[in-house]
Structures are given as structure tokens and as C-alpha cells.
């Protein structure tokens, strides 16, 4: 008995329309018509349908937290770090878990199913983690969460940050995180990615670092990365978030570094939202964009995903966790802008950050999980240009959000029209 079709639906693999059938939480047929009867029904009425979108770089425990103590009057990274060490000592387990909850419901109104954070865990106490830890199982029938513990101030340079990183794997935290630009030295930080590479070899678990988040074009701790991840035997299971060092680098270098990553099967994280407000800040004219090579990355076959990285939080004052300003503002900055490179930014904010966080089951065919959005557009390019209302949001066949379309009327002379802007 099947619990759900959704008619009329726009995939992008196919030219007409197509029914998709759902039961037990699964897709069980994609067919230009499923008859049946009693059974629910949503007319998608030829709007795209897509597999969930994926944030593979957040940071929960800051989300939301705009305005407190106060706002980041300058915008600058440097008061941004000055306010989280007013807020942070201030914030009790329930502070973390309230705003957190908060935005899980904002993110599945923009219709992203999976989310990996980063947790700050130099924090003796390890609060944050307590209260994500809670999250992560509040919200498991809603959203995939996975957490990375993130010694935020320096695996070696943060007293106590080893023993409270071992402390928050013990927990359940799944991911193994790092700073090695933010170590003492470029020694100190080689160091730092080799030690957390052996943590996640001997505990079987994967390694997301933030990783040369700087200008600084002799940042090279992406190459000890690759080296550790090849040495342990970990490719394919370790991300490196940011690069954005890459951006000033020589281009011979680069040349050498792309043949290591692509023999790690490194995964490269991008946030181009954050990368292009953070990185050039130094810089007159002209200003680095900052952001890591996302076009030649992709050309390597390497695989590249977008992420949010913050919302809301004392870095960063904009956003609304919606994935596609990220895929947006991606394209632009890359000027990725043929018809496959804004496939690709498309898939930088789906199945590459599906790939990223090794999501079982993902995509939309049969035997995979019934989770999708229904957006109110008809092409990928509509989807990124428009930005469009998620119709509805699907999980396992369970609706789980829904919002109205709306369009503008405008009144010329009298005359009453409204304007719909999809092609
Ligand atoms: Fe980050």
C-alpha cells in the first residue's frame, strides 16, 4: 500500500513529468503515471522536485545568537571573536539547545534534510556538545545531523583541548575536527592534522577540518592533510572545509596539490557566503574573493560542496539557512555560470554534500529514501536564480513542511497583474 504520490513532478533527468510513488518511507516507483487509489496526493503541477539540500558546514552552537550580548557593530571578524568571548562563558545547556532547536525548524522550512556542524569543544565543560548531543537525537526522524568536535581554539595550542576532543568522540560526537592554521606555528599545526588523523584512523571515524582559512598563500597544511589521509588509509573520509589559502597560492603549487588531493579523494568544503565577506579583508585593490578553486577542483574530479558555515552569529549577521543564497552566491563568485557549472553549484549544495557526509539512500530513484522538496520552479536555473518557496518539504514520505506560493501584484493604469517571475 503505498502512503504518498506526488504527481505532476519536474525531475531534472527527464523531459516530461513524472508521478513519483512512495511506501515505507521509500521511493518505490518513478513513473510517467502511478494509478492508485486512497491514497494521498500532491499535485507537484510540473514544479522541480529535488532530493533534500545538504549543509555539510555549520556551526550550531553560535547560530541565532545575533544581538547577544550585543551586534557586531563593525561587521569584522576580530569584534566577532571579541563577542563570543563575551557570550560563550554566559551560555547554559538549555541557551545552546533552545537556539539550536530554533534553527533546525528553519532549516527544514528551506527544505535542507542534513547538517553537519562543527561543536566547539575547548570548552572544558563541554556544554555545547551536551546540548547537540540532545539536538542530534531530538531531531533524528527530521534531519541528519553529525557533529564534529572542533577544538575552535587550537588542538595544541588550547590547554585541555586534546583530553576534551577524546572526551566528546567518548560522547558521541561522529567527526574528528581541526584548526591547523590556528596553531602556534606551521610546525605546531602539521603536527595537529597528524595527531587528529591518527585519532580518526584508530576510532574508524571521519576528519572535517577547518583548514587554511587564511590569505596567507604559504598556509599549506591542505598538503599535510592529503599526505596523513593517504599514509592512514583514510581516503575518501576526510574533508578539508575552507581551503581559501588555495585562492593566493602559485599556480605551479597548486598544480602539484591538486594531484595530491585527488589521490586522497579529498573532500573539499567551500562557503562562499563567509569566504567572501571574511577573506581580502586586508587587501586594497584589488581584493581577493578569497574563496577556494572551486571550477579547477571540479575539473580535477575532485568533489566540492557549499556550505552555510554560520547564520546569524557573531561572524556572520545575514541569513535564513537557505542553501540555494549559498549555491547563489557560489556561482558568482566562482563565475561558474555555464549551463554545467550551475549544475554543479546545484549539486555543491546536494549530492556533493551528501557524498561529503556519506549519506545512505540519497537522491531520488527507486529504493532510495523518500526525502525531497518540491520548489516552486521549473529548472535547476530557476531554482538558483529565483530562490525559490519549498511547496513542500518531504521526509520518508511524511510532509513536513509546507509554504504558500506567492506572487507580486502590481497595479499599471488601473490594470491589476500578476507577476510571475519563472520562465
Ligand atoms: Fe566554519
Not at 114 to 141: F, P, Q, W, Y
Not at 176 to 187: D, K, L, T, W
Request: proline share 3%; with cysteine.
Amino acid at each position: 500500500m503505498l502512503d504518498l504520490i506526488i504527481r505532476n513532478a519536474k525531475l531534472s533527468e527527464f523531459g516530461d513529468l513524472r508521478d513519483i510513488a512512495i511506501e515505507d518511507g521509500k521511493i518505490r516507483a518513478i513513473e510517467s503515471q502511478v494509478l492508485a487509489e486512497g491514497v494521498e496526493v500532491i499535485d507537484a503541477e510540473g514544479c522541480l522536485v529535488t532530493p533534500p539540500f545538504i549543509d555539510s558546514h555549520f556551526h550550531m552552537d553560535a547560530t541565532l545568537s545575533y544581538g547577544q550580548p550585543r551586534i557586531n557593530q563593525s561587521g569584522t571578524l576580530l569584534e566577532g571573536i571579541t563577542l563570543w568571548g563575551e557570550l560563550n562563558p554566559t551560555q547554559k545547556v538549555d541557551d545552546f539547545r533552545v537556539r539550536a532547536l530554533e534553527f533546525c525548524h528553519w532549516s527544514i522550512a528551506q527544505g535542507v534534510l542534513g547538517l553537519r556542524s562543527h561543536v566547539d569543544v575547548t570548552d572544558k565543560n563541554l556544554i555545547a556538545v551536551e546540548a547537540l548531543l540532545d539536538v542530534r537525537e531530538k531531531m533524528k526522524s527530521y534531519i541528519d545531523i553529525q557533529l564534529v568536535a572542533f577544538p575552535q581554539n587550537g588542538f595544541l595550542r588550547s590547554p585541555g583541548a586534546k583530553q576534551n576532543l577524546l572526551q566528546a568522540l567518548e560522547m558521541g560526537v561522529d567527526v574528528v575536527g581541526g584548526i591547523p592554521h590556528f596553531e602556534r606555528s606551521m610546525s605546531d599545526g602539521a603536527q595537529s592534522v597528524r595527531q587528529l588523523c591518527e585519532i580518526a584512523a584508530d576510532k574508524g571515524l571521519l576528519v572535517d577540518m577547518h583548514c587554511d582559512e587564511s590569505d596567507d598563500p604559504w598556509s599549506r597544511h591542505i598538503e599535510t592533510l592529503c599526505a596523513e589521509t593517504t599514509r592512514l588509509g583514510l581516503e575518501g573520509r576526510v574533508a578539508g572545509s575552507h581551503l581559501t589559502s588555495m585562492h593566493s597560492m602559485d599556480n605551479y603549487y597548486v598544480s602539484k596539490l591538486m594531484a595530491l588531493m585527488a589521490e586522497a579523494d579529498m573532500q573539499v568544503i567551500a562557503n562562499p557566503l563567509i569566504n567572501i565577506t571574511l577573506q581580502g579583508r586586508h587587501d586594497t585593490y584589488p581584493k581577493r574573493r578569497g574563496m577556494t578553486r572551486v571550477k579547477e577542483l571540479i575539473e580535477n574530479d575532485i568533489n566540492v560542496a557549499f556550505g552555510h558555515d554560520c547564520v546569524m552569529d557573531p561572524w556572520y549577521s545575514f541569513g535564513s539557512h537557505d542553501m540555494l543564497d549559498v549555491a547563489h552566491m557560489g556561482l558568482h563568485v566562482a563565475q561558474m555560470t555555464s549551463v554545467e557549472q550551475t549544475q554543479s553549484c546545484f549539486e555543491a549544495v546536494t549530492d556533493n554534500a551528501a557524498k561529503v557526509m556519506q549519506l545512505e539512500n540519497y537522491g531520488i530513484a527507486p529504493g532510495k529514501n523518500a526525502d525531497l522538496v518540491i520548489l516552486d520552479c521549473g529548472s535547476i536555473f530557476d531554482a538558483i536564480r529565483l530562490r525559490p518557496a519549498r511547496l513542500h518539504v518531504v521526509r520518508r514520505g511524511q510532509i513536513i513542511s509546507t509554504t504558500k506560493r506567492s506572487k507580486p501584484s502590481v497595479t499599471i493604469e488601473g490594470n491589476i497583474r500578476e507577476v510571475d517571475f519563472r520562465l
